[in-house]
């Protein structure tokens, strides 16, 4: 009798945590790309406000303050990419991927959570980042501005931004129950960090009292850094404090997201 022979199994692929997050990184971002709401949101809000950032400055004494256009619109700019391609967009891509069930059926696979949220970020945070280096150069040209002084503490700022909106994003999620109301729940922290953290009126021309509550704002150390990359007029003692309050605002969004984050539709 001749044995019977058995052909082996193909054994199992091995993924990687990168692996993982990559390829859901890309479905996320055919999915975002689909959503032509979003994408309207992403690419093109931030570039029409720093234009009215620069009318907005011809009203200003920037002197006084030791700025110029240049130097109070390239900051804005980087924060309102930040705000409106990362921050917003996620926001809502997380509560509508959470009431689709998708989230719920990611977690049933080899995806942890920390992967799953890094993953959907990620999309987003890449599509920021590279609009903040667009919006840099083509603020140089434009306006004229020198090369960075501190280019260090650009990109310090820059990098804890995206960091600190996609958290933040995330926490937002956790407590916006459906995909319109994900439209509203993102706009209190907008238009408090647009009005107050030097986007469109520099801190140093608001009282002082008025400037001390504005630096605790989650955008404003961003908005500092950035700026101080360029001026190169910031102190370590300046830096490090603007350092400290967004790793702050980093850890308490981090924390309120592994305490409240919703995985399933909120009913």
Not at 22 to 31: C, H, Y
Not at 177 to 205: C, D, N, R, W, Y
């Amino acid at each position: 009798m001749s044995a019977t022979r058995t052909t082996p199994r193909p054994a199992p692929a091995v993924t990687t945590p990168l692996s993982r997050m990559t390829a859901l990184a890309r479905a996320e971002m055919t999915l975002l790309g689909r959503t032509k709401g979003a994408l309207v949101a992403a690419l093109f809000a931030p570039l029409v406000l720093p234009v009215s950032t620069s009318q907005v400055s011809k009203e200003m004494d920037l002197a006084e303050a030791g700025l110029s256009t240049g130097t109070l619109v390239l900051p804005a700019s980087v924060g309102f990419s930040l705000l409106f391609a990362v921050y917003s967009v996620l926001v809502g891509a997380l509560v509508v991927r959470r009431e689709e069930l998708v989230l719920k059926r990611l977690r049933t696979g080899e995806l942890r959570d920390v992967e799953i949220l890094a993953g959907s970020a990620l999309p987003a945070v890449l599509i920021g980042l590279v609009q903040c280096l667009v919006l840099a150069v083509a603020c140089s040209a434009l306006l004229d501005l020198s090369a960075p002084s501190a280019l260090h503490l650009a990109v310090v700022g820059l990098l804890l931004g995206l960091v600190m909106c996609a958290a933040l994003a995330a926490a937002t999620a956790s407590f916006t129950k459906t995909g319109e109301s994900a439209q509203v729940t993102p706009m209190p922290l907008m238009v408090i960090s647009m009005m107050g953290s030097g986007m469109f009126f520099p801190l140093e021309l608001l009282p002082d009292r008025v400037a001390s509550v504005c630096e605790l704002l989650p955008l404003t150390p961003v908005v500092t850094l950035v700026r101080g990359g360029w001026t190169g007029d910031l102190s370590v003692s300046e830096a490090l404090g603007a350092v400290a309050t967004a790793v702050v605002w980093i850890v308490i969004a981090v924390f309120a997201v592994r305490r409240w984050f919703r995985w399933e539709p909120r009913r």
